[in-house]
């Protein structure tokens, strides 16, 4: 049976990048391998909308999250955390584990924040060291206003970090423009490559409260890899050889399509997958719902850790049920990195069979055509 993977990470590799990576392995200190390093590096700031630092971990997405903690918090420090899914929950429980004291403004799953209280807390409470959020919370496919949060935080001493571990690459971000501090994202999303590489955007402001901070750290201490690989394109350990040559190939085609049309593309896909839904008699999941993947609800009558099992099993397509409290409540379709419009077409008309195989009444068909109105009149082959 053919396989789709269309779950929100990991995401299909295109075949030009497995082939890259397939190649012989070479050794991560010739000079030809760390001038590699650097054209990755300065290859990223593109992706990250960026001139700062930034910095390749081998690692998975939260390695960087960890270290976007640990290298600004000092215990009893305060940090603002703004949960509004089990991503967000998951800045909270690193910065606890590290004895920090974050501050909870708490949003229902699949809602995002008013800016404006943001601003309250920070006047509030003016020792707050950082702000964490995410550009695209995966647990619940929504997107957070992280240009109204910047405009409000680049006000105050403290930092905005962002995790856009799924949304760089496919969601609208500019990391520069929208005056965000820390930027942390992995390799398995938007970047179309494996899981094994994250990454971490550090902005000047950031850097001095790096200097500053006393917290224990080793493999994750953001200093060093400043010292080694920003100052000499090194990695401080032996980094995935095999990722660095994959990057450097999927950053030669987002170069080469252009962001601004990749953010379109993922926007078109997007619609194509909400108005499908909607079409099937189904409601979205999300207020403020994001580009690169769609989260919608499953009716009670609808058994829906069944239709994620029934898509998976029976007809080939891996997407992603709810976590905790929306388990069997929702499900979630990507449309990040290397997926086109005719897979998001291809989802449709397998979630329709196992609809009408669960017993959901709807007009067959009619989520497929939803999709195709708008890829016929707005996706650029
Ligand atoms: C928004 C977000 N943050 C963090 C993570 C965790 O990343 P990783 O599993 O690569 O550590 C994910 C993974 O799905 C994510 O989507």
Not at 95 to 100: K, P, R, W
Not at 174 to 189: E, F, L, P, R, T
Not at 294 to 323: C, E, H, N, S, W
Not at 337 to 353: H, R, T
């Amino acid at each position: 049976m053919k396989k789709y993977l269309m779950s929100p990470g990991p995401t299909p590799v295109p075949e030009d990048i497995l082939l890259t990576m397939a190649e012989p392995m070479v050794h991560h200190r010739t000079p030809q391998f760390i001038e590699k390093v650097g054209e990755a590096m300065e290859g990223l700031k593109y992706v990250f909308q960026t001139d700062h630092d930034v910095l390749i971990f081998t690692s998975s997405g939260t390695g960087a999250m960890e270290g976007a903690v640990s290298n600004v918090l000092n215990p009893n420090d305060k940090a603002l955390i703004i949960t509004n899914g089990k991503f967000a929950e998951r800045w909270g429980e690193i910065a606890e584990s590290f004895q920090a004291k974050p501050i909870y403004l708490n949003v229902e799953w699949g809602e995002v924040c008013d800016p404006q209280e943001i601003a309250e807390i920070l006047q509030e409470n003016p020792d707050i060291k950082a702000v964490y959020t995410q550009l695209t919370e995966t647990s619940a496919g929504v997107v957070m206003p992280i240009k109204e949060m910047g405009d409000i935080i680049k006000k105050t001493d403290a930092l905005f970090v962002v995790d856009a571990i799924s949304g760089l690459g496919g969601q609208k971000f500019y990391m520069d423009k929208w005056n965000v501090d820390i930027c942390v994202a992995g390799s398995q999303k938007g970047l179309m490559l494996p899981p094994g590489h994250a990454y971490a955007a550090v902005s000047e402001k950031a850097w001095k409260m790096v200097e500053k901070c006393k917290q224990p750290h080793y493999y994750f201490d953001w200093l060093t890899y400043k010292k080694k690989l920003v100052g000499d394109h090194k990695d401080p350990f032996t980094g995935s050889v095999l990722h660095v040559k994959g990057l450097l190939k999927f950053l030669e085609k987002i170069k080469s399509d252009g962001i601004e049309n990749r953010f379109k593309r993922y926007k078109v896909l997007a619609e194509a997958t909400q108005n499908a839904a909607k079409a099937l008699g189904l409601d979205l999941f999300a207020k403020e719902p994001c580009d690169v993947e769609t989260a919608i609800k499953i009716p009670d009558t609808v058994d829906g850790k069944k239709l994620v099992k029934l898509m998976r099993d029976k007809y080939g397509f891996t997407i992603a049920g709810g976590q905790k409290h929306v388990k069997g409540k929702i499900i979630r379709i990507a449309h990040m990195g290397y997926i086109e419009a005719f897979d998001v077409i291809s989802v449709i008309a397998s979630l329709e069979i196992v609809l009408k195989e669960l017993g959901w009444d709807f007009k067959i068909g009619s989520g497929i055509a939803a999709a195709q109105k708008v890829i016929i009149k707005k996706y650029k082959f």
